[in-house]
């Protein structure tokens, strides 16, 4: 895990200039098409007869599930499939990605009743974690997003912020805010479109 070179807590404004974000993205703004896709992805996955007979499930079948989504969306991210692997971990742990194309959660959470949407937005957070990676490495794969926003992230990778050592910094830099915000918004579109 990475760790930055500044000690202290950082305010937001402090971190949008240390990571020198482009003017015309908003620090929690979320592309919309991207986020649409990925409840669409959710709602074949996880449909309502999945959710209400999840805690019956067989911990593989829960895997198989929470695999199925994550590589669809990688797919449909533009880069490529995304494999989940749940597993025991520490308490304080949801998930995390290792960088190379794999989401890692917490079987505990996963296999535990009542925490499926808490599972299922850890999945979208580092799903997108591996897409601010791909854009940061290939940016000219993703001509939509805007100008210096892929210099941005990567600048944020060389410098990430552990949560260990400042958890306000860490939770405050551009890419776990957008982790976050696109996380957030594909939950609360599947949520809404699976209401009656």
Known sequence: MMTNSFEGTMNLDELNNMYDVPEDYTLGEYDEAREAEAAEIMEEVFPQEIVENWDDLSPEAHEQLLDEFSARLGERLGIGPV????????????????????????????????????????????????????????????????????????????????????????????IEVDARAYAEGVIDRYLYDMMP
């Not at 009743?113 to 979208?124: E, F, R």
């Not at 000219?140 to 050592?165: H, K, M, Q, R, T």
Request: charged share 20%; net charge negative; proline share 9%.
């Open 83 to 174: 494999d989940t692997v749940v597993e025991p971990m520490d308490p304080s742990t949801f998930g995390y990605t290792d960088g190379n194309g794999t989401i890692h959660l917490n079987a505990e959470y996963v296999d535990t009743p009542g925490h499926l949407a808490a599972v299922l937005n850890t999945s979208a957070h580092e799903t997108r974690h591996l897409f601010q990676q791909e854009v940061a490495a290939h940016p000219e794969d993703f001509p939509d997003l805007p100008e210096g926003l892929a210099e941005a992230w990567a600048d944020n990778y060389v410098n990430y912020i552990s949560a260990e050592y400042d958890p306000e910094g860490y939770a405050y830099q551009p």
